[in-house]
Protein backbone atom coordinates (compact mmCIF):
# COMPACT_ATOMS: atom_id res chain seq x y z
CA UNK A 1 0.00 0.00 0.00
CA UNK A 2 1.59 3.44 -1.38
CA UNK A 3 2.12 6.02 2.15
CA UNK A 4 -0.16 8.45 1.91
CA UNK A 5 -0.06 11.89 1.90
CA UNK A 6 -0.60 14.40 4.77
CA UNK A 7 -3.93 15.40 3.25
CA UNK A 8 -4.80 11.90 2.42
CA UNK A 9 -3.98 10.68 5.68
CA UNK A 10 -6.33 14.07 7.24
CA UNK A 11 -8.95 12.99 5.37
CA UNK A 12 -8.96 9.11 6.36
CA UNK A 13 -8.84 10.33 10.17
CA UNK A 14 -12.10 12.77 9.00
CA UNK A 15 -14.22 10.23 7.83
CA UNK A 16 -13.24 7.53 10.62
CA UNK A 17 -14.30 10.22 13.15
CA UNK A 18 -17.34 11.80 11.17
CA UNK A 19 -18.97 7.71 10.57
CA UNK A 20 -18.45 7.36 14.64
CA UNK A 21 -20.67 10.71 14.99
CA UNK A 22 -23.07 9.27 12.78
CA UNK A 23 -22.91 10.72 9.32
CA UNK A 24 -22.70 8.23 6.11
CA UNK A 25 -19.41 9.63 4.27
CA UNK A 26 -20.19 9.17 0.64
CA UNK A 27 -18.32 10.00 -2.94
CA UNK A 28 -20.19 13.33 -4.43
CA UNK A 29 -20.25 11.52 -7.45
CA UNK A 30 -21.98 8.09 -5.93
CA UNK A 31 -24.58 10.18 -3.62
CA UNK A 32 -27.47 7.58 -2.38
CA UNK A 33 -29.79 9.87 0.00
CA UNK A 34 -31.75 7.14 1.34
CA UNK A 35 -28.24 5.85 2.93
CA UNK A 36 -28.50 7.79 6.01
CA UNK A 37 -30.55 10.68 7.67
CA UNK A 38 -27.16 12.43 7.41
CA UNK A 39 -24.28 12.52 4.47
CA UNK A 40 -20.95 13.97 4.09
CA UNK A 41 -20.09 14.31 0.52
CA UNK A 42 -17.10 14.59 -0.89
CA UNK A 43 -15.39 17.31 -3.38
CA UNK A 44 -18.44 18.59 -3.64
CA UNK A 45 -18.46 20.64 -7.04
CA UNK A 46 -19.73 24.59 -6.19
CA UNK A 47 -19.62 27.72 -7.55
CA UNK A 48 -15.61 28.49 -5.96
CA UNK A 49 -14.43 24.93 -6.95
CA UNK A 50 -15.37 21.42 -4.90
CA UNK A 51 -15.12 21.58 -1.59
CA UNK A 52 -13.74 19.15 0.76
CA UNK A 53 -17.27 18.07 2.39
CA UNK A 54 -20.40 19.19 1.86
CA UNK A 55 -22.98 18.17 4.87
CA UNK A 56 -26.65 17.40 4.26
CA UNK A 57 -29.43 16.53 6.94
CA UNK A 58 -32.32 15.52 5.37
CA UNK A 59 -31.22 16.32 2.11
CA UNK A 60 -30.98 19.87 3.52
CA UNK A 61 -27.16 20.96 2.82
CA UNK A 62 -26.03 22.96 6.36
CA UNK A 63 -22.06 22.95 7.11
CA UNK A 64 -18.87 22.25 4.75
CA UNK A 65 -16.04 20.82 6.44
CA UNK A 66 -12.13 22.40 4.84
CA UNK A 67 -9.47 19.59 5.24
CA UNK A 68 -5.87 20.40 6.02
CA UNK A 69 -2.63 18.07 6.76
CA UNK A 70 -1.98 17.59 10.34
CA UNK A 71 1.12 19.78 9.91
CA UNK A 72 -0.95 23.00 9.46
CA UNK A 73 -3.26 22.35 12.71
CA UNK A 74 -1.51 25.29 14.11
CA UNK A 75 -2.80 27.66 11.21
CA UNK A 76 -6.41 26.12 11.39
CA UNK A 77 -8.18 28.80 12.55
CA UNK A 78 -6.99 31.41 10.36
CA UNK A 79 -8.07 29.18 7.38
CA UNK A 80 -12.09 30.39 8.07
CA UNK A 81 -12.02 32.35 4.73
CA UNK A 82 -12.05 29.01 2.63
CA UNK A 83 -15.00 27.75 4.36
CA UNK A 84 -16.58 31.23 4.05
CA UNK A 85 -15.73 30.99 0.60
CA UNK A 86 -17.30 27.64 -0.24
CA UNK A 87 -20.39 28.49 2.59
CA UNK A 88 -21.62 31.27 0.24
CA UNK A 89 -20.82 29.79 -3.48
CA UNK A 90 -23.69 26.51 -3.30
CA UNK A 91 -25.31 26.11 -6.36
CA UNK A 92 -28.96 26.72 -6.91
CA UNK A 93 -29.60 23.17 -6.89
CA UNK A 94 -28.28 22.74 -3.02
CA UNK A 95 -29.20 26.33 -1.85
CA UNK A 96 -32.61 25.48 -1.27
CA UNK A 97 -34.11 26.05 1.83
CA UNK A 98 -31.25 28.33 2.72
CA UNK A 99 -31.97 32.40 3.42
CA UNK A 100 -28.13 33.11 3.06
CA UNK A 101 -25.04 31.08 3.69
CA UNK A 102 -24.68 27.36 5.03
CA UNK A 103 -24.36 28.48 8.65
CA UNK A 104 -21.62 25.76 9.72
CA UNK A 105 -18.33 25.26 8.89
CA UNK A 106 -15.60 23.34 9.69
CA UNK A 107 -11.88 22.98 9.67
CA UNK A 108 -10.01 19.91 10.54
CA UNK A 109 -7.13 18.29 10.43
CA UNK A 110 -8.80 14.53 11.83
CA UNK A 111 -6.09 15.27 14.86
CA UNK A 112 -7.44 19.05 15.56
CA UNK A 113 -11.23 20.60 14.81
CA UNK A 114 -12.45 24.29 14.65
CA UNK A 115 -16.11 24.52 14.24
CA UNK A 116 -18.02 28.03 13.57
CA UNK A 117 -21.79 28.86 13.61
CA UNK A 118 -21.75 31.92 10.99
CA UNK A 119 -25.52 32.70 12.88
CA UNK A 120 -23.33 34.06 16.07
CA UNK A 121 -23.45 37.18 16.66
CA UNK A 122 -19.42 38.42 16.26
CA UNK A 123 -19.40 34.70 15.10
CA UNK A 124 -15.63 33.22 14.98
CA UNK A 125 -14.41 29.50 15.22
CA UNK A 126 -13.34 27.39 18.36
CA UNK A 127 -12.34 24.30 19.03
CA UNK A 128 -14.13 21.31 19.52
CA UNK A 129 -13.40 17.92 20.03
CA UNK A 130 -15.23 16.21 17.19
CA UNK A 131 -17.58 17.25 14.83
CA UNK A 132 -21.23 17.07 15.77
CA UNK A 133 -24.02 14.46 15.21
CA UNK A 134 -26.47 15.19 12.21
CA UNK A 135 -29.68 15.66 14.41
CA UNK A 136 -27.81 18.43 16.37
CA UNK A 137 -27.03 20.69 13.42
CA UNK A 138 -31.03 20.00 12.03
CA UNK A 139 -32.12 20.73 15.17
CA UNK A 140 -29.64 24.67 15.38
CA UNK A 141 -30.23 25.27 11.99
CA UNK A 142 -34.49 25.03 13.01
CA UNK A 143 -33.87 27.45 15.75
CA UNK A 144 -34.89 31.11 15.00
CA UNK A 145 -31.63 32.19 16.82
CA UNK A 146 -28.39 30.77 18.47
CA UNK A 147 -27.09 29.99 22.08
CA UNK A 148 -24.83 33.11 22.10
CA UNK A 149 -27.68 35.07 20.82
CA UNK A 150 -29.90 34.47 23.26
CA UNK A 151 -26.84 34.87 26.07
CA UNK A 152 -25.81 38.42 24.29
CA UNK A 153 -29.58 39.00 25.12
CA UNK A 154 -30.37 37.83 28.46
CA UNK A 155 -28.95 40.23 30.97
CA UNK A 156 -31.77 42.88 29.36
CA UNK A 157 -34.10 41.02 28.16
CA UNK A 158 -34.26 38.37 31.58
CA UNK A 159 -33.35 40.80 34.31
CA UNK A 160 -31.88 39.29 37.21
CA UNK A 161 -34.53 38.52 40.21
CA UNK A 162 -32.38 39.96 43.17
CA UNK A 163 -34.81 39.33 46.53
CA UNK A 164 -33.47 37.72 49.15
CA UNK A 165 -29.88 37.64 47.60
CA UNK A 166 -26.40 39.11 48.90
CA UNK A 167 -24.93 41.94 46.61
CA UNK A 168 -21.61 39.41 46.31
CA UNK A 169 -24.22 36.56 44.54
CA UNK A 170 -25.75 39.58 42.50
CA UNK A 171 -22.29 40.69 41.71
CA UNK A 172 -21.04 36.91 40.27
CA UNK A 173 -24.35 36.45 38.26
CA UNK A 174 -24.37 40.03 36.74
CA UNK A 175 -20.59 39.68 35.67
CA UNK A 176 -21.20 35.89 34.90
CA UNK A 177 -23.67 37.07 32.43
CA UNK A 178 -22.03 40.26 31.31
CA UNK A 179 -19.21 38.59 30.05
CA UNK A 180 -21.13 35.27 28.02
CA UNK A 181 -23.06 38.85 26.62
CA UNK A 182 -20.36 40.25 25.40
CA UNK A 183 -18.96 37.03 23.73
CA UNK A 184 -16.37 36.12 26.72
CA UNK A 185 -17.38 33.03 27.47
CA UNK A 186 -14.41 32.10 30.00
CA UNK A 187 -15.21 33.30 33.29
CA UNK A 188 -14.31 32.71 36.40
CA UNK A 189 -16.36 33.43 39.87
CA UNK A 190 -14.01 33.75 42.90
CA UNK A 191 -15.80 33.90 46.27
CA UNK A 192 -15.04 33.86 50.16
CA UNK A 193 -16.14 30.67 52.42
CA UNK A 194 -19.82 30.97 53.21
CA UNK A 195 -21.01 33.56 50.49
CA UNK A 196 -23.29 31.07 49.15
CA UNK A 197 -21.43 29.73 46.16
CA UNK A 198 -23.59 26.68 45.28
CA UNK A 199 -26.38 29.12 45.58
CA UNK A 200 -25.10 31.36 42.85
CA UNK A 201 -23.91 28.21 40.85
CA UNK A 202 -27.88 26.80 41.14
CA UNK A 203 -29.33 30.34 40.46
CA UNK A 204 -27.22 30.78 37.43
CA UNK A 205 -27.38 27.41 36.30
CA UNK A 206 -31.21 27.92 36.39
CA UNK A 207 -31.01 30.85 34.02
CA UNK A 208 -28.91 29.31 31.78
CA UNK A 209 -31.53 26.67 31.27
CA UNK A 210 -34.58 28.46 30.97
CA UNK A 211 -33.46 31.76 29.50
CA UNK A 212 -30.54 30.86 27.22
CA UNK A 213 -32.27 27.33 26.42
CA UNK A 214 -28.70 25.17 27.56
CA UNK A 215 -29.02 21.80 27.07
CA UNK A 216 -25.71 20.59 28.75
CA UNK A 217 -24.20 22.00 32.14
CA UNK A 218 -21.45 20.48 33.50
CA UNK A 219 -22.15 21.16 37.54
CA UNK A 220 -19.68 19.46 39.82
CA UNK A 221 -20.67 20.29 43.28
CA UNK A 222 -19.11 17.95 46.42
CA UNK A 223 -22.29 16.76 47.71
CA UNK A 224 -25.88 16.48 45.98
CA UNK A 225 -27.76 17.42 49.50
CA UNK A 226 -26.16 20.89 49.06
CA UNK A 227 -27.43 21.58 45.80
CA UNK A 228 -30.73 20.52 47.19
CA UNK A 229 -30.39 22.57 50.12
CA UNK A 230 -30.13 25.34 46.90
CA UNK A 231 -32.75 24.36 45.74
CA UNK A 232 -35.17 24.62 48.62
CA UNK A 233 -33.98 27.92 49.24
CA UNK A 234 -34.78 29.16 45.64
CA UNK A 235 -37.71 27.90 45.07
CA UNK A 236 -39.10 26.40 48.44
CA UNK A 237 -42.85 26.12 46.86
CA UNK A 238 -41.38 23.10 44.51
CA UNK A 239 -39.22 21.43 47.42
CA UNK A 240 -40.07 18.64 49.00
CA UNK A 241 -38.53 16.62 51.77
CA UNK A 242 -34.78 16.15 51.88
CA UNK A 243 -32.14 14.67 50.21
CA UNK A 244 -30.27 12.08 52.08
CA UNK A 245 -26.35 12.61 52.13
CA UNK A 246 -24.69 10.37 49.47
CA UNK A 247 -28.00 9.18 47.86
CA UNK A 248 -26.45 8.93 44.26
CA UNK A 249 -30.27 8.22 43.08
CA UNK A 250 -31.14 12.08 43.73
CA UNK A 251 -29.34 13.51 41.05
CA UNK A 252 -31.72 11.68 38.87
CA UNK A 253 -34.49 14.12 40.86
CA UNK A 254 -32.02 17.15 40.44
CA UNK A 255 -31.37 16.72 37.05
CA UNK A 256 -35.07 16.20 35.93
CA UNK A 257 -36.54 19.12 38.49
CA UNK A 258 -34.05 21.59 36.81
CA UNK A 259 -34.30 20.75 33.46
CA UNK A 260 -38.17 21.22 34.34
CA UNK A 261 -38.65 17.81 33.23
CA UNK A 262 -41.14 17.11 36.63
CA UNK A 263 -42.36 20.16 38.44
CA UNK A 264 -41.70 19.53 42.29
CA UNK A 265 -38.22 18.59 43.72
CA UNK A 266 -38.83 15.09 45.96
CA UNK A 267 -36.45 12.66 46.93
CA UNK A 268 -36.06 9.66 44.08
CA UNK A 269 -37.29 7.18 46.56
CA UNK A 270 -40.28 9.07 46.87
CA UNK A 271 -41.63 8.95 43.22
CA UNK A 272 -40.21 5.51 43.24
CA UNK A 273 -42.75 5.04 46.19
CA UNK A 274 -45.94 6.73 44.82
CA UNK A 275 -45.22 5.32 40.68
CA UNK A 276 -44.68 1.80 42.79
CA UNK A 277 -48.43 2.35 44.13
CA UNK A 278 -49.57 3.35 41.26
CA UNK A 279 -48.06 0.32 39.03
CA UNK A 280 -49.42 -2.04 42.00
CA UNK A 281 -52.98 -0.19 41.12
CA UNK A 282 -53.13 -0.81 37.73
CA UNK A 283 -52.27 -4.11 38.05
CA UNK A 284 -54.83 -5.11 40.12
CA UNK A 285 -57.16 -3.22 38.01
CA UNK A 286 -56.42 -5.78 35.55
CA UNK A 287 -56.44 -8.70 37.81
CA UNK A 288 -53.43 -9.46 38.51
CA UNK A 289 -53.17 -11.04 41.72
CA UNK A 290 -49.52 -11.00 44.03
CA UNK A 291 -49.48 -13.86 47.03
CA UNK A 292 -48.10 -11.72 50.20
CA UNK A 293 -44.04 -13.47 49.17
CA UNK A 294 -44.57 -12.06 45.94
CA UNK A 295 -44.99 -8.50 47.40
CA UNK A 296 -42.87 -9.04 49.93
CA UNK A 297 -40.58 -9.35 47.25
CA UNK A 298 -41.78 -6.53 44.91
CA UNK A 299 -41.41 -4.22 47.69
CA UNK A 300 -37.59 -5.43 47.62
CA UNK A 301 -37.49 -4.46 43.93
CA UNK A 302 -38.81 -1.16 44.35
CA UNK A 303 -36.87 -0.64 47.56
CA UNK A 304 -33.87 -1.69 44.49
CA UNK A 305 -34.72 0.61 42.28
CA UNK A 306 -34.87 3.98 44.39
CA UNK A 307 -31.22 3.67 45.35
CA UNK A 308 -29.83 1.94 41.62
CA UNK A 309 -31.92 3.19 39.65
CA UNK A 310 -32.98 -0.32 37.84
CA UNK A 311 -33.27 -3.74 38.42
CA UNK A 312 -31.48 -6.34 36.52
CA UNK A 313 -31.58 -10.13 36.57
CA UNK A 314 -27.95 -10.20 37.93
CA UNK A 315 -29.09 -8.09 40.90
CA UNK A 316 -30.89 -10.97 42.96
CA UNK A 317 -27.29 -12.39 43.51
CA UNK A 318 -26.68 -9.54 45.59
CA UNK A 319 -28.29 -8.62 49.01
CA UNK A 320 -30.90 -8.67 50.21
CA UNK A 321 -32.53 -10.60 47.51
CA UNK A 322 -29.70 -13.35 48.08
CA UNK A 323 -30.40 -13.73 51.44
CA UNK A 324 -33.94 -14.86 50.48
CA UNK A 325 -33.03 -17.68 47.60
CA UNK A 326 -31.68 -15.20 44.74
CA UNK A 327 -32.73 -15.56 41.11
CA UNK A 328 -33.64 -18.61 41.85
CA UNK A 329 -36.34 -18.05 44.39
CA UNK A 330 -37.60 -14.78 42.26
CA UNK A 331 -37.82 -17.51 39.09
CA UNK A 332 -39.51 -20.04 41.52
CA UNK A 333 -42.18 -17.13 42.41
CA UNK A 334 -42.88 -15.40 39.34
CA UNK A 335 -41.93 -18.18 36.68
CA UNK A 336 -41.89 -16.85 32.99
CA UNK A 337 -43.10 -13.64 34.06
CA UNK A 338 -39.94 -12.57 35.62
CA UNK A 339 -38.41 -10.95 32.93
CA UNK A 340 -41.45 -8.96 31.75
CA UNK A 341 -41.86 -8.10 35.47
CA UNK A 342 -38.86 -6.59 35.71
CA UNK A 343 -38.91 -4.53 32.58
CA UNK A 344 -42.43 -3.40 33.48
CA UNK A 345 -41.13 -2.28 36.86
CA UNK A 346 -37.80 -0.77 35.58
CA UNK A 347 -40.01 1.37 32.99
CA UNK A 348 -42.86 2.56 34.99
CA UNK A 349 -40.62 3.25 38.48
CA UNK A 350 -37.51 4.71 36.97
CA UNK A 351 -38.13 6.04 33.48
Same mark, same amino acid.
Given at each position: ?234 ? @? ?14 ? &? ?9 ? @? &? ?6 ? &? ?79
Amino acid at each position: MPDLKPEQLARQQIDAQLVACGWVVQDYKAVDFSAGRGLALREVPLKTGPCDYLLLVDRQALGVIEAKAENEGSRLSTVADQSDRYASSLPDLLSSGLSGQLPFRYESTGVETYFRDSRDPHSRSRRVFSFHRPETLIDWFAESDTLRDRLAQMPTAHPLATNGMRDCQIEAITGLEKSFAENRPRALIHMATGAGKTFTACAFTYRLIKYAKARRILFLVDRANRLWDAFAVTE @PAKVKGRSQAGRFADL &VALVRFALEQQ @P &VLAPFADS &VSERFDEWLADKTKAGSVFTPEQLAWLNLIRDHVATSLSIEPDDFDYSPFSQRGGLGKAHQLFGEQLPILLDELNEALAA
